[in-house]
């Protein structure tokens, strides 16, 4: 069985690592990390969401930044604040025991003044947010002609919350001076095209379980009830998880917000998370989901991106996505870091069909109850 030694990691990470009680490398650790630290060229690794890409990206960047050199070596970019502030804060920990390497992450929702002073401290690794990347760069307050590596971490996510012209801004800048490794769960066609223009023809391309996206700790079922008893059987289904942290996903903004004052008025601890929330009441949400506070968040699919929550029970399609590259991400969120979870889907009779698309698309098993 290989280890974190067998990759090429260093004892001073594989010290960090062991603390934070990770030390057999996933599926995604493996197969990443050996190419990444002996190749110098583009790489695309496709593997879905809680498979430990972080540490597949991460420790082979701070194998190769030299922590001597002041200027900005590596970069970063994810879809959401919280995603970013995730990986730096991963990556801070894998550095306890090396010699010190600056971390800086930026993203919308704070004061810009503030992440343009620290930029101006000693930082080797940028983790950003598309569109605050750029408006450093408008202000010239980032330097970015020293970057060696590029990351876009959940590209797809990044592309479907409609960051392509940034993204296309920050590629034409910098592509062609760096290497740019691709991490993500799905390549749907908008992300082909970008492959196609900004990585090279020769980029070195692995797929962690080629004919299974979807995590397999994650079951799959499915409920058919009509649509005016929906809502009866998600509180049957709730009572069968007491005291477990979970997602519920709705299409729109205006169904989260019903289906979350139902549920408070069944005395469940819930709260919503879409788009138009600001913020610091996003974050006012996720902290008190995250501290239990709140046992229940019901979500859109776009403001549930980046949301890294360890324990998530379960997840629950109350209405089922549009896409079907949304399945996979809202399922990811559950059975993360090696523990198991449940997705299941609340459909009418007439939405059976669609659900057995999904099947097919992504080669799972769903389990009707």
């Not at 990390?33 to 701070?62: C, E, H, R, V, W």
């Not at 971390?103 to 003044?113: D, L, N």
């Not at 949400?285 to 379960?314: C, E, P, W």
């Amino acid at each position: 069985m290989a280890t974190f030694k067998d990759l090429g990691i260093s004892e001073q990470f594989i010290k960090a690592l062991t603390e934070l009680k990770i030390t057999e490398p996933s599926e995604i650790q493996k197969k990443a990390i050996p190419y990444l630290l002996n190749n110098n060229s583009d790489f695309i690794g496709q593997a879905q969401t809680g498979t430990g890409k972080t540490a597949a990206f991460g420790l082979p960047i701070l194998e190769k930044v030299d922590p001597n050199d002041n200027n900005i070596q590596a970069l970063i970019l994810a879809p959401t604040r919280e995603l970013c502030q995730q990986i730096a804060k991963k990556l801070f920990k894998f550095t306890k025991y090396s010699e010190k390497i600056f971390v800086e992450a930026i993203y919308g929702g704070e004061k810009i003044e503030i992440q343009m002073r620290n930029l101006a401290k000693p930082t080797q690794i940028v983790v950003a947010t598309p569109g605050r990347l750029i408006d450093l760069l408008e202000r010239k307050a980032i330097d970015l002609s020293f970057v060696q590596t590029l990351v876009l971490d959940e590209a797809d996510e990044m592309l479907s919350m409609g960051f392509k012209q940034e993204l296309d801004t920050i590629l034409k800048m910098i592509s062609l001076q760096c290497f740019t490794w691709l991490f993500s769960a799905t390549l749907p066609d908008e992300l082909k095209l970008l492959v196609e223009k900004y990585l090279s023809e020769d980029a070195h391309k692995i797929q962690v379980n080629k004919n299974d996206v979807v995590n397999k700790l994650i079951v799959h079922q499915y409920f058919v009830s009509a649509p005016n008893l929906k809502f009866e059987y998600l509180l049957q289904f709730l009572k069968t998880q007491p005291k477990m942290n979970g997602i519920i996903f709705c299409r729109t903004k205006a169904q989260v917000q019903t289906l979350t004052k139902q549920l408070i008025a069944k005395n469940i601890a819930a709260d919503a998370l879409h788009g138009d929330l600001e913020q610091r009441d996003r974050d006012k949400v996720m902290r008190a989901f995250k501290n239990h506070k709140v046992q229940i968040l019901v979500a859109t699919d776009i403001s549930a991106r980046g949301i890294d929550v360890d324990n998530l029970a379960y997840v629950v399609h109350y209405v089922l996505p549009d896409q079907i590259e949304y399945y996979t991400h809202r399922s990811g969120r559950t059975a993360r870091a090696g523990k198991r979870g449940i997705s299941i889907c609340f459909v009418s009779p007439d939405e059976v069909k669609k659900v057995k698309v999904i099947e097919r698309t992504l080669n799972l098993n769903f389990h009707k109850i």
